[in-house]
C-alpha cells in the first residue's frame, strides 16, 4: 500500500514530550512526522501564542521561582507576552490526572510557552495544522473569533509559511472569516459531539439539521476542505459521505494501536495522535511510507 497518509503529531507529541513547546516539535520531528497539529491563542499584547488551553493550565505551569500555579489561573489573553514567557511548562505536575494520563511523557525543564512565529520558524517542511482556540459559550475568555484568525493570518502571512499551513477550529466563525478574506487557505472544520449538538452556537447559527443531519454535508457546505471529528464520533459510513463530497477526513486524537489499524482501514487521509511512535508502527505494519525523521531540526534559542 504506496497511498498518501498525512500523519499529524497533536500538540507535537503529548504523550512523549511536553505539548506545544518548541522543545517538544523538535523531539517529535526525529521521531517523523508530517505535521503538527496545535493549539492558538492570544497575548494581551496581540502576540499569537501556541497553548491548548484558554488559560494557563495549573497541571504543566510553573511559575520563576519552580512554584506551581494554583487556580484562579489568568486567561491567556489577560497577559503580555513576557508575563506568558514566564512560565516553565516543560514537566508535568506530580500527582495530577494529567500527569497519570501521560506516565512516559519525558520532562524537559525551562521548556516555555513559544510565539507562533517560533513556532513555523522550526522547520520549511513541516507542515502545521493550527487550532484558533476561541470558545462561543466562553466569549469573556478570549478575544473574538475574527480577531484571533486575523491575528494568526498575519504572522502566517509574514513568515511566508501559507502553503504549508491549515487553519481549523471547533469555533466555525474563525476558519469562515478566513475563507472571506483569503478563499485560498486550507481549512478544516473541527467537531465532536458536543459541538455537533450544539451547533447553532459552535457553527454560528448552523445546524445539522439544515444539512439532512449530516455533518459530512454541513463541512462541505463550508467550503471544505477537511472534517476533522473526534474519531470516537466516526463511522466508516460518515468517512464515505465525506469523502463523495470530496473531503479529506482526518480524525482526532487517535492513541491506541487498534483505533489506528480500524481507521486506517477504512480509509481515513491522516490521523492526529499523541503518539506518532505508534502510529509509525502501525503504519510501517501496513506497508504505508513513513516520513523522514528530521534529527537537529530547527534553531535554538529564545525569542528575540
Do not use: C
Not at 91 to 114: E, K, N, V
Not at 148 to 174: H, I, K, P, T
Request: glycine share 10%.
Amino acid at each position: 500500500m504506496s497511498r498518501r497518509f498525512d500523519l499529524q503529531g497533536h500538540r507535537g507529541a503529548r504523550g512523549l514530550f511536553p505539548e506545544n513547546t518548541l522543545e517538544g516539535f523538535r523531539a517529535a520531528l526525529a521521531i517523523g512526522v508530517d505535521a503538527f497539529e496545535l493549539d492558538v491563542g492570544l497575548s494581551a499584547d496581540g502576540v499569537p501564542v501556541v497553548h491548548h488551553d484558554l488559560a494557563l493550565n495549573p497541571a504543566i505551569a510553573r511559575g520563576p521561582d519552580g512554584a506551581w500555579l494554583t487556580p484562579p489561573t489568568p486567561t491567556l489573553h489577560s497577559m503580555t507576552l513576557a508575563e506568558i514567557g514566564s512560565w516553565d511548562v516543560g514537566r508535568l505536575r506530580p500527582g495530577s490526572a494529567y500527569a497519570a494520563t501521560f506516565p512516559d511523557q519525558q520532562p524537559m525543564d525551562g521548556a516555555r510557552i513559544p510565539t507562533l512565529a517560533e513556532v513555523l520558524a522550526l522547520d520549511p517542511e513541516v507542515r502545521f495544522t493550527l487550532e484558533l482556540k476561541t470558545d462561543p459559550t466562553r466569549p469573556d475568555a478570549t478575544v473574538p473569533a475574527t480577531v484571533l484568525a486575523e491575528a494568526a493570518l498575519a504572522v502566517v502571512e509574514q513568515a511566508g509559511a501559507s502553503g504549508r499551513v491549515m487553519f481549523e477550529s471547533f469555533d466555525w466563525r474563525g476558519p469562515r472569516h478566513l475563507r472571506r478574506l483569503r478563499p485560498a487557505l486550507k481549512l478544516a472544520w473541527l467537531t465532536n459531539a458536543q459541538t455537533v449538538a450544539e451547533a447553532a452556537l459552535w457553527w454560528d447559527g448552523k445546524r445539522p439539521e439544515d444539512f439532512g443531519g449530516s455533518v459530512p454535508r454541513a463541512v462541505a457546505a463550508e467550503g471544505g476542505n477537511v472534517w476533522a471529528p473526534a474519531h470516537e464520533d466516526l463511522t466508516e459510513a460518515a468517512l464515505a459521505e465525506a469523502h463523495a463530497l470530496g473531503l479529506g477526513v482526518l480524525p482526532w486524537t487517535v492513541n491506541q494501536p487498534e483505533d489506528m489499524r480500524r481507521l486506517i482501514g477504512w480509509g481515513v487521509d491522516g490521523l492526529i495522535t499523541d503518539f506518532p511512535d505508534r502510529a509509525r508502527d502501525v503504519l510501517r505494519a501496513a506497508g504505508m511510507p513513513l516520513p523522514p525523521g528530521r534529527p537537529g531540526t530547527g534553531q535554538m534559542g529564545g525569542r528575540a
